[in-house]
Nanobody, 113 residues
């Protein structure tokens, strides 16, 4: 059974940084495609960043240049380095195993002074 577990969320001041982690278990293949999504209060869930099997990445326009997605292939863990955070980044962040129905439970990120 595949499981995803996010960690690293919290409260941070505007301009600050956080790194989210997504630990996985039960994935039988290497280099899984993984994505980070978020749902802000009153809004629909949106894609933040994705890293594909071949290592290529893409980002939402709103986070380009500030967020970086990466993956530890050996550990099958994905990360989201978030810099220069602003209040509009406040949301629950979810990890997703691409092309599957597998999602993590989410981790809250709050950007506020």
């Amino acid at each position: 059974q595949v499981q995803l577990a996010e960690s690293g969320g919290g409260l941070v001041q505007p301009g600050g940084s956080l790194t989210l982690s997504c630990a996985t278990s039960g994935i039988m293949y290497s280099r899984p495609g993984m994505g980070w999504y978020r749902r802000a209060p009153g809004k629909q869930r949106e894609v933040v960043a994705r890293i594909f099997i071949n290592g290529s990445t893409n980002y939402a326009d709103s986070v380009k240049g500030r967020f970086t997605i990466s993956r530890d292939d050996a550990a099958k863990t994905a990360y989201l380095q978030m810099n220069n955070l602003n209040p509009e980044d406040t949301a629950v962040y979810y990890c997703h195993l691409l092309e599957t129905l597998n999602w993590g439970q989410g981790t809250q990120v709050t950007v506020s002074s």
